[in-house]
């Protein structure tokens, strides 16, 4: 029996073993050859249907990611209520919208306040349940601290998200372990707008004076281009992009006066004003100290000596004599207070004293003192360069006085001092394709409307490329393999090969219906050849079929008798 059966068994592997060969086989049989073509040809057709599809339908865009099923019902039903088509991918569980209605899409939902914010900020405290644990506990209380500092940045005009992360260590009784806490904050901002370093400064300043122990310097901020925001101290205004502020400051303060002034003069547009700006930023300090040259006595001390040689002693009784009168007294020319005889006398000083000969004195005076102190803070304009190019009217030209005259009304705009040599140039030119570009206006492939008809022109190409290289040879292979197996029909009142006259045709080209006469037992006997006889028969037996069976069931009988 084993014997028998492995034959059977060594078939097996022989009929699976070559697949190509079996697909092969199959496609060779008949009635897949015949139907491989209208197959093929509805494939491509399929497959010009699924481009068109793919074409011509407009790119998605993610409206929402991750929405609840409340808000993706919510949100469905207010965009199909403005006939805005919407798509749902399951998988991933996005909402998806057209391209050109995902800003209309946008507006249209936040009108409506939807999708409806998740429960954040101290609101997620409330749905705490009992029996938490205190690390749960806490990391929810970290979550709605930073879900709120985050919501209070976003009230910044031009902050559109904005997430916030603390880092806050846990407290402890040992101070060496005391750790300071820092935070990271991440801004999204609206399209075009930036922070100035002072909204910088104020979220900065926001989120350490949110959380308790934090200084400002732990705070960083990052935009969403990955742009650190936060700076480490302040740099002091030697720093480079301490003088490149301050000068671009000054240059745009300048920038806006020669705008104010000259746009009612020229009018918008008609003008254009460079300014270049060399900013001082070094401080200097001065100290001078100056004195009186004349000073002021503020002790003296010493002694003199007088001259008694020619001194008349008093005496006498006392009474009369010493009650004598003294002579006249005889002027004589003052002398100085010094002690020193022959020496003039100071106008307007002391009277000399007759009887004094010398003097030795210490004198300190007082010196007049002044003390100046002198800072010039950085910022000053050590030279200015101001170009401004006006546009010459549509006919004609400006005249050299009308040039000179905005000249002037420049320099005074922009405070031309002579002395840091600055520099203003005025002149007046064509500006070059403005009448053009105001003219045609938008460039023809900035237009909305060009990605959709490039579309839609692809999906067409596309679907003739399918029809006129796929779908027409193969109509055309179908249609000839048709007319092969369709005979030609022969001419009318033409004998075909079997001896037989072909059927004359009607008016449309169609086999005309005849009757065929009668065929009696004598043609067939007249009959020479076999077809013919074969012929003759077939007609007997269609118009005689009762005697045909009778004839049959007479040679059946003769046949069973012998």
């Known amino acids: 029996m084993s014997n028998a059966l492995a034959p059977a068994n060594n078939l097996m592997p022989e009929k699976f073993a070559n697949p190509l060969r079996q697909i092969q086989g199959a496609?060779?049989?008949?009635?897949?050859?015949?139907?491989?073509?209208?197959?093929?040809?509805?494939?491509?057709?399929?497959?010009?249907?699924l481009a068109w599809s793919a074409l011509s339908t407009p790119p998605q865009k993610t409206l929402f990611a991750g929405l609840p099923d409340a808000d993706k019902a919510a949100v469905t039903s207010a965009l199909t209520a403005a006939n805005i088509p919407s798509h749902i991918d399951d998988g991933a569980g996005t909402l998806t919208v057209n391209e050109e209605d995902y800003s209309k899409a946008r507006l249209l939902l936040a009108g409506?306040?939807?999708?409806?914010?998740?429960?954040?900020?101290?609101?997620?405290?409330?749905?705490?349940?009992?029996?938490?644990?205190?690390?749960?506990?806490?990391?929810?209380?970290?979550?709605?601290?930073?879900?709120?500092?985050?919501?209070?940045?976003?009230?910044?005009?031009?902050?559109?998200?904005?997430?916030?992360h603390l880092a806050v260590p846990e407290s402890t009784v040992f101070v060496r372990d005391n750790a300071a806490p820092s935070a990271s904050v991440v801004v999204k901002l609206q399209a075009g707008r930036s922070l100035s370093d002072a909204q910088v400064a104020s979220i900065i300043n926001l989120v350490a004076s949110s959380v308790?122990?934090?200084?400002?310097?732990?705070?960083?901020?990052?935009?969403?281009?990955?742009?650190?925001?936060?700076?480490?101290?302040?740099?002091?205004?030697?720093?480079?992009?301490?003088?490149?502020?301050?000068?671009?400051?000054?240059?745009?303060?300048?920038?806006?006066?020669?705008?104010?002034?000259?746009?009612?003069?020229?009018?918008?547009?008609?003008?254009?004003?460079?300014?270049?700006?060399?900013?001082?930023?070094?401080?200097?300090?001065?100290?001078?100290?100056?004195?009186?040259?004349?000073?002021?006595?503020?002790?003296?001390?010493?002694?003199?000596?007088?001259?008694?040689?020619n001194a008349q002693a008093p005496g006498g009784i006392p009474g009369a004599l010493s009650n004598t009168p003294p002579p006249a007294s005889q002027l004589s020319t003052p002398q100085p207070a010094t002690g020193v005889p022959g020496t003039p006398a100071v106008a307007g000083g002391p009277a000399p004293?007759?009887?004094?000969?010398?003097?030795?004195?210490?004198?300190?005076?007082?010196?007049?003192?002044?003390?100046?102190?002198?800072?010039?803070?950085?910022?000053?304009?050590?030279?200015?360069?101001?170009?401004?190019?006006?546009?010459?009217?549509?006919?004609?030209?400006?005249?050299?006085?009308?040039?000179g005259q905005i000249d002037s009304l420049v320099k005074s705009a922009v405070g031309f001092d002579g002395n840091r040599q600055d520099q203003v140039t005025v002149i007046s030119r064509k500006f070059a394709g403005a009448d053009?570009?105001?003219?045609?206006?938008?460039?023809?492939?900035?237009?909305?409307?060009?990605?959709?008809?490039?579309?839609?022109?692809?999906?067409?190409?596309?679907?003739?490329?399918?029809?006129?290289?796929?779908?027409?040879?193969?109509?055309?292979?179908?249609?000839?393999?048709?007319?092969?197996?369709t005979p030609a029909l022969p001419a009318p009142g033409a004998v075909g090969s079997d001896g037989v006259a072909a059927p004359a045709l009607d008016a449309d080209g169609n086999p005309a219906i005849t009757v065929a006469p009668p065929v009696s037992l004598e043609q067939i006997a007249a009959s020479r050849s076999y077809e013919e006889k074969i012929g003759a028969v077939r007609g007997f037996t269609r118009d005689n079929p009762a005697r045909a069976a009778l004839a049959v069931r007479d040679m059946i009988m003769a046949d069973a008798k012998s």
Request: proline share 5%.
């Open 112 to 164: 409506q306040g939807l999708p409806k914010a998740a429960p954040g900020g101290y609101a997620i405290l409330d749905q705490l349940p009992m029996g938490v644990s205190r690390a749960v506990e806490g990391e929810r209380l970290r979550q709605a601290r930073e879900t709120e500092i985050a919501r209070s940045i976003q009230e910044i005009d031009a902050v559109a998200e904005a997430r916030v």
């Open 353 to 403: 004293d007759a009887n004094k000969q010398s003097d030795s004195f210490q004198r300190a005076y007082d010196l007049g003192k002044e003390v100046s102190v002198t800072r010039a803070a950085p910022g000053s304009i050590k030279r200015l360069s101001v170009a401004v190019l006006l546009r010459d009217p549509d006919k004609g030209r400006r005249t050299a006085m009308e040039i």
């Open 436 to 485: 053009d570009a105001a003219k045609d206006g938008p460039a023809w492939y900035d237009n909305n409307w060009l990605p959709v008809l490039a579309r839609n022109l692809t999906a067409i190409v596309i679907a003739l490329l399918v029809l006129l290289l796929g779908v027409r040879p193969i109509a055309k292979v179908l249609m000839k393999k048709r007319e092969d197996a």
């Open 212 to 309: 308790p122990g934090m200084k400002p310097d732990s705070v960083t901020v990052v935009d969403q281009l990955g742009a650190l925001l936060s700076k480490s101290g302040d740099g002091g205004n030697d720093s480079g992009d301490a003088r490149l502020r301050v000068q671009r400051q000054v240059e745009d303060k300048v920038r806006q006066q020669l705008n104010a002034l000259l746009t009612p003069l020229v009018g918008a547009g008609n003008f254009t004003a460079e300014v270049q700006a060399d900013v001082n930023m070094d401080e200097t300090s001065a100290t001078r100290e100056s004195y009186d040259k004349n000073g002021i006595l503020r002790a003296e001390t010493g002694n003199w000596t007088g001259n008694q040689a």
């Open 27 to 49: 496609l060779a049989q008949p009635a897949v050859r015949r139907a491989g073509p209208m197959a093929l040809m509805v494939g491509l057709i399929g497959a010009a249907g």
